[in-house]
């Protein structure tokens, strides 16, 4: 019998606790936006009776991945079709619930059965956290569940629904509005949620023709020669704007072709070099971070336009590390590639049969790589460009399309049916 969350309880299974400072994974993709971090002593294998620190149920799914921010665990999810749009708030310590916000949406809204409702992730700054609905708005809470201001930024149609996640820059809230026929970015001010500035990106539903042209990526802040750039996966293209104006500074063309313009990744940056992965097995190409307007012939290092048979699909987000992008792909056999930074060309591919499709992004902590696939599966790898190298597979046996939250020595996953926090023992 399904339960409707706001009048069921939550049992928490404790198979040990200590108390420890928490550090934070605040944001999708954690600290960094890139997935990387300076954690160490993280957990390497886990299962049902080995380094499960605690372990929650939760009464939906959702594509949406946790985040860690000064003791808090926060996790969206919906009901109701949609109708009742959540963010839950843990203790990192024990697990125990501690608040459950709902903002209601009155009518049922489009997606798809692999992108339940909720597929953003929440960003905290240790004492708000903001959670983006989709077209339900956008809600900032204190970490007492109190609501500090709430916007509504729009409708934002697509029959696969939405997933780009809030990103928290300095004193504002910056976010991909989309997709839909007004794809837009919206920068909001963190502390009373005036906006700061909007600039559109033209963008569409499915058109007559039966194309799709949308993003569900969520930007990134690097700094190149001292400045700030907000880099973003448009359906087209690669855009760098001033996060303080919304100024459109550089774009690079590239992610077209002749079945879509889809963009699910974020791009992958290193020094002033830039990956980024089309999506529906569409191009992949490099790109240098630099100039003004169109710099598509100056700054494009290497295309992999859609062959036959086609690109892999790419949901999930992956890693540079030196010279070299690693990348767990969303085709049926989840496989996993390396390839060459600054040409493109691959070092190695490994087909997949036991994780299945990858939507989680990658990880790169303690000298690893940690990525979660479909069926529940986290492999463990080693960076290395000469071949693929497994150290350990840990499987949930259950669905999800969540990437890792890595918090002071714990791993936090979230599939659709429960919350887990791993530890070591």
Known sequence: ?????????????????????????????????????????????????KNIKWVVPLPAPANSSPIVSNGRVFVTLAEERGQKRHLLCFSRTDGQMRWVKTVPYGKVAETHQTNPYCGSTPAADGERVVVWHG?????????????????????????????????????????????????????????????????LEPGSTDSEEGRYKSTWSTPVVVTVDGQAQLLVAMPT????????????????????????????????????????????????????????????EANQLWRQAPTSPRNPQRIGSGIII???????????????????????????????????????????ADGRLYVTGQKGVTTVIAPNPDEFEV???????????????????????????RLYCVAKE
């Open 135 to 199: 077209s339900a708005g956008m809600y900032c809470y204190d970490f007492d569940g109190e609501v500090v201001w709430s916007r509504q930024l729009g409708e934002f149609k697509h029959i696969w629904g939405y997933g780009s996640s809030p990103i928290l820059y300095e004193d504002k809230v910056i976010q991909l509005c989309g997709p839909g026929e007004r794809t837009k970015l919206v920068a909001i001010r963190l502390t009373d949620g005036e906006t700061l500035w909007e600039t």
């Open 391 to 417: 150290l350990a597979e840990n499987d949930l046996g259950e669905r999800t399309h969540s990437t890792p939250a890595m918090s002071d020595g714990e791993i936090f996953l979230r599939t659709y049916e």
């Open 1 to 49: 019998m399904r339960m409707t969350f706001i009048s069921s309880a939550l049992t928490v299974s404790v198979f040990s606790v200590s108390l420890v400072a928490a550090g934070d994974w605040p944001a999708f993709r954690g600290p960094n936006g890139d997935g990387t971090t300076d954690e160490a002593g993280l957990p390497i294998e886990w299962g049902e009776e």
């Open 322 to 364: 030196g010279e070299h992008v690693f990348q767990a792909n969303a085709d049926g056999a989840g496989s996993f590639e390396c390839f060459d930074l600054k040409t493109g060309e691959s070092r190695w591919k490994h087909e997949r049969t036991q994780d299945g499709p990858h939507w989680g992004s990658m990880v790169y």
């Open 237 to 296: 293209r690669v855009a760098a704007y001033d996060p303080e104006t919304g100024e459109l500074l550089w774009y690079v063309e590239g992610l077209s072709n002749d079945r879509s313009d889809v963009s699910y990744t974020s791009p992958m940056v290193s020094g002033d070099l830039g990956v980024m992965l089309g999506g529906f097995g569409g191009p992949a190409m490099g790109f240098r971070l630099e100039g003004s307007g169109d710099m598509t």
